[in-house]
């Protein structure tokens, strides 16, 4: 059979498409320059040091961050382009618990900690309380002790924890540290 152009054309590998460009994100930024760009993210997304996804203008990023970072809402990254995005925690499915003495409050602490549970701290006009994201068998818990627990949508900024980064212990080789106080 002879080769024709018609023939050859069977066999040519088409020219691949070039992948869309992905801006990297290297680095957080704590100087003064405006952010330019948002990253909006969940907590779960948050703790992660590699994630590939958007910014809210809609260009791909990578994100490669130091191992163990946390980002948190208002911090501020420095692109490899040079732009400046500031880090948005995302509103989450939360639950919040509230109970009617300090004890209890501190008592309903101690058994989301003990389950290594991230937990959000605040006070606000109604009082103090816990927040975690939603979880229907910590839900069940916190109410058998007693507490007043409501649903709410909103971002989600637990605690850091004792540990930096992530949850180790010294003298694993993780090289993880206690935090010290302010001052020390």
Not at 27 to 40: I, K, N, R, S, V
Not at 95 to 122: D, I, K, S, W, Y
Request: one cysteine or more; a negative charge.
């Amino acid at each position: 059979m002879p080769m024709t152009p018609d023939t050859l054309a069977d066999f040519v590998i088409p020219t691949p498409t070039p992948a869309p460009a992905v801006l990297l994100i290297e680095a957080l930024y704590d100087g003064h320059l405006p952010a330019t760009d948002t990253l909006e993210l969940d907590f779960n997304a948050r703790t992660k040091s590699r994630l590939r996804t958007r910014l809210a203008s809609g260009v791909e990023i990578g994100l490669f961050l130091p191992r163990g970072t946390i980002l948190r809402g208002g911090q501020q990254l420095r692109a490899r382009d040079g732009r400046i995005v500031v880090v948005r925690a995302a509103a989450e499915d939360l639950l919040e618990a509230r109970c009617a003495t300090p004890t209890e409050l501190a008592r309903a602490a101690f058994h989301l900690g003990n389950r290594h549970v991230a937990v959000q701290v605040g006070r606000d006009a109604g009082g103090d309380w816990l927040r975690l994201q939603a979880d229907h068998v910590l839900e069940g818990m916190l109410v058998g002790l007693g507490a007043l627990v409501s649903s709410l949508r909103a971002p989600f900024e637990p605690e850091a924890g004792a540990y930096a980064p992530g949850h180790q212990h010294p003298g694993d080789g993780s090289g993880a540290r206690i935090h010290l106080m302010a001052g020390q």
